[in-house]
């Protein structure tokens, strides 16, 4: 079965450093998400991607935050300079259609020392 | 402001009984409405997904119930097993295409033997 996959599974930066969290979400889907989980709270989404451009983005997606799509099968999350509050579970999803499921990548955790 | 609730944090049952986990949404209409299974450190994995014209769906154990009028679903397991025991979550859309799910915080079920 089509899954989205996620690299890496666990990524340890510097404040202040970037960061790129690697999606490939299923490959026929037109439709890439990114959200997020900090640790004991629910997921928050971030960022919406179709047709190459961001369709939605949420208060949390500021200037730090930047998706692309580089090529037909890689979705990325770049955060240019982390902060200690980056610090969370990145979860790419990836749907079909804009209201359709969106299925999950198993997710990269983020830790921001 | 749009606003989920999931009834309860956690919820303790014994194997083979029904768990029945419920979400209520306030200030929106959502077109349709996910049910999401999450473990410990793990993405979300899809379960059932209703629309609003739907009352009920059925998914060998699973059983989903959509009351618009009530701004409420029930998400109801079956002979419930330990293998059950996870957290759910509840997600809505925002009725445009391409755009956010937006989700509760979720119910920790633990089911015992």
């Known amino acids: 079965e089509p899954e989205v996959t996620q690299t890496p599974s666990h990524q340890v930066t510097q404040m202040g450093q970037e960061v790129i969290l690697r999606c490939v979400p299923i490959s026929n889907h037109l439709y890439f998400y990114w959200y997020r989980q900090i640790l004991g709270q629910k997921v928050e989404f971030l960022v919406s991607?179709?047709?190459?451009?961001?369709?939605?983005k949420s208060e949390i997606f500021d200037d730090q935050f930047s998706v692309e799509r580089p090529d037909g099968s890689n979705f990325t999350l770049k955060i240019r300079s982390t902060k200690l509050e980056d610090s969370a579970m990145y979860f790419c999803a990836s749907s079909g259609q804009g209201t359709d499921t969106q299925y999950f990548g198993p997710g990269t955790r983020l830790t921001v020392l | 402001s749009q606003k989920i609730e999931q009834n309860s944090e956690a919820l303790n049952i014994q194997e083979g009984k029904t768990a029945t986990l419920t979400c209520n949404y306030t200030?929106?209409?959502?077109?349709?409405l996910q049910w999401y299974r999450q473990d410990p450190g793990r993405g979300p994995v899809f379960l059932l997904l209703?629309?609003?014209?739907?009352k009920e769906k059925r998914k060998e154990r699973l059983k989903v119930t959509f009351d618009t009028t009530l701004k409420q679903s029930l998400f109801h397991i079956t002979a419930s097993q330990p293998a059950d025991s996870a957290t759910y979550l509840c997600?809505?859309?925002?009725?445009?295409?391409?755009?956010?799910?937006?989700f509760g915080k979720g119910t920790t079920l633990s089911v015992s033997s």
């Open positions: 997600a809505l859309d925002k009725r445009q295409a391409g755009t956010a799910l937006i």
């Open positions: 991607f179709y047709n190459n451009e961001i369709s939605e």
């Open positions: 200030n929106y209409s959502p077109a349709y």
């Open positions: 209703i629309r609003e014209n739907e």
